[in-house]
């Protein structure tokens, strides 16, 4: 049975994410920050516009937060007007922003003294399968706060595992995004030295896909890349904060990441040249402004 849900930021993923939650069959009360999305979002899917986090959490059986970052997660869930305020004990709340998993741990404690459950579930996936429902869901915490949760994750997602405790949920997730931005800086890398070389950079491309250098990234990013199409799908501000938390776990952990700190530097180098807000691609441009060489 479909239970009332509140859903907390209604961004590239989260907006697509509550709407599978409606198609669902839940009941979502929206809220964001910019009031307007969450009306139109209410006038496409239907449920209710919450006037604060804490309103969207009256009568729910689960919230579900998807923000920018910890502290966003941590004032929207405990702060004033906050979530937990409007909260019946027992709640179940999800948290399927990227933290770092120190903020996990915290967020999870405060929920636990209030008699109230805490996952955290960062996904993997991108707004295309944030729209078909088809996203990996990494999540950390209890086993019955997991499986309570399950009914939620099937709505949004289609590969989902419990990763371990609290915290490794975004644990995991980190790692894996600094993976991906790596190749896709790596990527980057290849497709200049390609076109500097004079070679076809289709064929590159298409060889590159076919062979052992094949990847997400190459299917995703290679084409979008060549034709310098930077449509945010996942905004390079956002990747460049996950790679710092992955490198602060990393440190924290003991164990050096060296590739992705470099790669860090490719994303720093686009961020400041005002390429923050598109996809996460534009690492191009640091490459190509390094050689002096343009796709």
């Known amino acids: 049975m479909a239970e009332p849900v509140g859903f907390v930021g209604l961004g590239i993923m989260g907006s697509r994410m509550a ?3 409606a198609r669902a069959g839940h009941e979502v009360a929206v809220y964001n920050r910019t009031a307007e999305k969450a009306q139109a979002f209410v006038d496409e899917h239907g449920g209710r516009v919450a006037a604060s986090p804490r309103e969207a959490a009256e009568g729910a059986a689960a919230v ?20 937990a305020g ?24 405060a929920l636990a003294e209030r008699g109230m459950g805490f996952v955290d ?23 019955a706060d997991f499986e309570r ?10 590969k989902i595992l419990h990763v371990g405790p609290l915290g ?3 644990t995991v997730k980190v790692i894996s995004n600094a993976v991906g931005a790596t190749n896709a800086a790596t990527l980057a890398q290849a497709l200049v030295v390609g076109k500097a070389s004079g070679v076809d950079l289709g064929a590159l491309v298409d060889v590159l896909g076919a062979s052992a250098a094949g990847s997400t990234m190459v299917t995703l990013k290679a084409e979008p890349m060549v034709a310098h199409d930077y449509t945010p799908l996942f905004r390079l501000d956002h990747m460049l904060k ?32 005002g390429l923050g807000d598109e996809d996460f691609a534009a690492v191009l441009e640091a490459v190509e402004g390094l050689a002096g060489v343009r796709l």
Do not use: W
């Not at 949760?149 to 289609?158: D, H, I, L, S």
């Open 168 to 170: 490794h949920g975004q």
């Open 86 to 109: 409007g909260a019946a004990a027992g709640t179940l709340f999800i948290d399927c922003t990227t933290t770092a998993p120190a903020d996990a741990e915290r967020i999870g404690a």
């Open 121 to 143: 579930a960062p996904v993997s996936g991108s707004s295309p399968k944030a729209e078909d429902g088809t996203l990996t869901i990494m999540a950390g915490g209890a086993q």
């Open 64 to 83: 579900i937060t998807m923000v920018v970052d910890g502290p966003q997660v941590e004032a929207i869930l405990l702060g004033e007007d906050g979530a």
């Open 242 to 273: 996950d790679m710092g938390i992955a490198l602060e776990t990393s440190a924290a952990a003991g164990a050096p990441f060296p590739s992705a700190a470099l790669a860090r530097e490719l994303y720093l180098a686009a961020q400041h040249r």
């Open 149 to 158: 949760a399950r009914p939620y994750f099937e709505a949004m997602g289609e």
């Open 19 to 21: 709407a599978n939650l």
